[in-house]
């Protein structure tokens, strides 16, 4: 039987990517989604068209922390053991610091800190030993964030937990890391205007966005490399070198 990886968020943007580079080096993937399964159908069909690995989809919203028990429920139902965790699926909010609201922070901090915490508390038997768990930070959980502040927070969080949960989980054999990337060519960024996109290469050394696939190479290091632990690894291109 092949490894298995549990990617959340991974039917679009950066958590797709790494599926597509674990399905290339023989993994088998479960993809958990908000709430859109229309096109996490299409992703998993379009996965399961380039990889001969066996794609599934659970819809598992990870701002309800109800979710945590039925990804749970299904790899107890399956009888299934992860060789890696990719806790990619995450909130952002916009709001100005003046007027945020604490039901909103704390939905930000349920799906991006809360989740992943309390999923590997209820599923850490399911893990194999061996296996690797790798956060998406963010390089906004490093530089100052000046558009979302709980975003920016919850993303040192992460970082935090990732140095701490070394701790623990090292006694089951279980690494884990965290990627943090600067601005990535997902769709989301797609979307901003072109002179905003100008304005942040112009702070980028290498001049541009990351690819999608070029970020998940990073992941991959992180699962396969058996000596990186409680590692943040920045993937910005060298922001603010320029």
């Known amino acids: 039987m092949g490894k298995l990886a549990l990617i959340t968020g991974g039917t679009k943007g950066i958590g797709f990517a790494v599926a597509q580079r674990l399905l290339r080096e023989g993994f088998d993937v479960i993809l ?5 399964t229309k096109a996490a159908t ?3 069909e379009l996965l399961r068209s380039k990889s001969s690995g066996k794609v599934t989809v659970c819809q598992a919203d990870v701002s309800d922390l109800s979710s945590i028990d ?6 107890m139902e399956h009888d299934l053991f992860l060789d890696a965790v990719v806790f990619n699926a995450g909130l952002t909010d916009r709001t100005a610091f003046g007027e945020m609201d604490m039901a909103v922070w704390k939905n930000v901090f349920d799906a991006n800190v809360h989740f992943p915490v309390f999923f590997m508390q209820k599923c850490l038997a399911r ?5 690797s768990v790798v956060f998406t930070g963010s390089l906004m959980g490093i530089q100052p964030h000046s558009v979302s502040l709980v975003y920016g927070v919850t993303k040192s969080t992460i970082h935090a937990l990732v140095r701490n949960m070394v701790k623990f989980l090292s006694p089951h054999q279980i690494r884990i890391n965290a990627v943090a990337p600067g601005f990535v060519d997902t769709e989301w960024q797609k979307t901003k205007p072109a002179e905003i996109k100008a304005s942040i290469n112009s702070k980028i050394a290498l001049g541009r966005f990351c690819e999608p696939d070029e970020l998940a190479d990073f992941y991959w ?5 058996p000596y990186i632990n409680g590692e943040i690894l920045v993937a910005d291109g060298g922001y603010s070198y320029k």
């Not at 958990?32 to 859109?36: A, M, R, V």
């Not at 039925?70 to 790899?75: A, H, I």
């Open 127 to 131: 893990f194999h030993a061996g296996a």
């Open 221 to 225: 290091l992180l699962i396969n490399n």
């Open 32 to 36: 958990t989604y908000s709430n859109d």
């Open 70 to 75: 039925t990804v749970f429920d299904y790899l």
């Open 42 to 44: 299409e992703s998993a």
